[in-house]
């Protein structure tokens, strides 16, 4: 059973935007950290943004930081990532994913779905011109 449910990829053009939504059952997102993990063509799982069950905690990936902003919505149990400044290199199937803490552990590559607590389906995100 799927438990995470991501949404909102697509395609655009390099220097557009793009928002991914996380929606989750209210009792994972009240009490796991959530965040995405994104794989491109050919490359490995690599984790590159993670927010704290309650907020206070955000970690983002180099490759990422000051372009993407992950947030969290109370009202509907989602958490969402505003992706501004897309390059050709952000192109990639992003997973949403979940595990009890969010840290800078978690910008790293991901072997398999088992290091997280609960795992989407990806959504792809295709940045062309």
């Known amino acids: 059973e799927v438990q995470l449910q991501a949404s909102g990829g697509g395609t655009v053009q390099p220097g557009g935007s793009l928002k991914l939504s996380c929606a989750a059952p209210k009792d994972i997102f009240d009490e796991y950290g959530i965040g995405w993990v994104r794989q491109a063509p050919g490359k490995e799982r690599e984790g590159i943004v993670c927010i704290s069950s309650t907020g206070g905690s955000i970690y983002y990936d180099d490759s990422v930081k000051g372009r993407f902003t992950i947030s969290r919505d109370g009202a509907v149990n989602t958490v969402n990532l505003q992706m501004n400044s897309l390059k050709p290199d952000d192109t990639a199937v992003y997973y949403c994913?979940?595990?009890?803490?969010?840290?800078?552990?978690?910008?790293?590559?991901?072997?398999?779905?088992?290091?997280?607590?609960?795992w989407g389906q990806g959504t792809l995100v295709t940045v062309s011109s």
């Open positions: 994913a979940s595990r009890r803490f969010c840290t800078r552990n978690w910008m790293r590559t991901v072997r398999t779905e088992n290091e997280f607590s609960f």
